[in-house]
């Protein structure tokens, strides 16, 4: 169950990601499992076996004594089972409130060791301590609250049992005070109740136990049930991905339906052929790159591969066409070569290092002292920034996939580092459509065609040449961005002059 929740999971998208932490995630998974555990264990191998015994229990009292003996039990043994039935069912909504409690403790706990950086940036250690106290203070109260009624539940429980043994007992000592019954038999219904009164006091714990299990299992199933907002067709075929000619056809978009962020847009990368897309910071840039990536779909238009539009084919083909270097590289907290090797995990040794040569990132690890067995750190913050997107660049050219997109896959390196990787970059993307997304301009220059997005739509489009004889937005920001080389250490005359 808890693999089958991780890869469900990992099929949602990522709005749903987005709206979720992490943390809680993992213990509703945690969680889910346990009381699965405890369900079957308690189920399966103490309920049928209690159930038998107190049946057969009664069935004795009748046979040996008399029918009083026997109702008598039994009207306990109902009282005893109706009790604990309504009164655990009262208490789930207090579990459920200390699980929801515990998976947001947990989450904040989670996210704020994720961000330690940042708390120690703003000196708030006090601040997340007094929030995560905050949480752990409503999982207190939830658990408090739990503790207490268990123990009236207890308290219950053992009066009817006291209750209904007296009254045996009373019975039986009538009898025997009567001349009707011996002191063994008086003896033999006391050990009888007392079997009984144990497995039933059990069933009572197991019955609490098991409930228990099934609500701490409801925040696992109802994850199972939501639905992947992204999910291929009804026998959808794989991706034919021959030349990785890109088209985006009045696609509409937004995250929220009051919040448009494309607003019809067409673009076309013919296959082999390099577009790049300039524009202010939240114009949606990487927004297309998520939609070619069916992170999310389109409202409107289509996006087509080859002729075939993406939401048609299985997105495992479609992914497996499409590297990305991200615009944030993150790295998982292993190995430089398992980072690398990621691209491809059957990759070869002589592989990874090709791509590695390629990223300029070669020479970094062999310069450190466990090389490629380099841990890199939770999300590979040992790494510089620019060592990072190296690594995240070459593991796309490991990847080896006909389209590529890069997001502002040279924002973190220096000039130097750029122009070179750079070069390794143009050269991966010979062969392959590439969409390049960037705020540095210079480094778009030579794209087939530079598409300017403004507010979700395209304000221009053409070569850098043709961009710069109109005169507009992009000649606008390329005069900005030569006037900053110019003034800036890093002041790069060819560049600066256009
Ligand atoms: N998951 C999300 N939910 C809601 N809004 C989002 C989400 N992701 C991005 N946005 C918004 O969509 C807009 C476009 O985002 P996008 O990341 O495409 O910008 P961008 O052009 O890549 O900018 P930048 O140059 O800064 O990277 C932004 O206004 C952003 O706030
Ligand atoms: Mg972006």
Known sequence: MALKTFRHLHALSLRFHLDRQTGGLARAIDRGTLGIQSVLRLAVFNVVPTIF??????????????????????????????FTLAFTDLRVKIRRRMNDSDNEARGKSVDSLLNYETVKYFGNEAHEARRFDGALA?????????QVSLNMLNLGQAVIIAVGLAGIMLLAARGVAAGQMSVGKFVVVNTYMMQLYQPLNFLGFV????????????????LLKVPPEVADAPGAPALRASGGAVRFEGVQFGYRPDHPILKGLDLAIPAGRTLAVVGPTGAGKSTLSRLLFRFYDPTAGRILIDGQDIRSVTQESLRAAIGVVPQDTVLFNDTIRYNIAYGRPD????????????????????????????????????LSGGEKQRVAIARTILKNPPILILDEATSALDTRTEREIGAALAAAARHRTTLVIA???????????????????????????????ARGTYARMWALQAVDAETSPVAEPAEAAG
């Open 53 to 82: 015994e107190i049946l057969m229990v009664t069935a004795i009292l009748w046979d040996v004594f008399d029918w009083r003996f026997a109702s008598l039990t039994f009207v306990a043994v109902a009282l005893y089972l109706g």
């Open 138 to 146: 409503a999982y207190e109260k939830a658990a408090v609250r739990s």
């Open 207 to 222: 019955y609490r136990e098991i409930k228990q299990g099934l609500v701490d299992m409801e925040n696992m199933f109802g």
């Open 347 to 382: 990759a070869s040794q002589e592989a990874i290092e090709h791509a590695a040569r390629l990223a300029q990132v070669h020479d970094f690890v062999m310069r450190l002292p466990d090389g490629y067995d380099t841990m890199v750190g939770e999300r590979g913050l040992k």
């Open 439 to 469: 705020h540095r301009l210079s480094t778009v220059v030579d794209a087939d065609e530079i598409v300017v997005l403004v507010d979700g739509q395209v304000a221009e489009r053409g070569t850098h040449a043709a961009l710069l004889a």
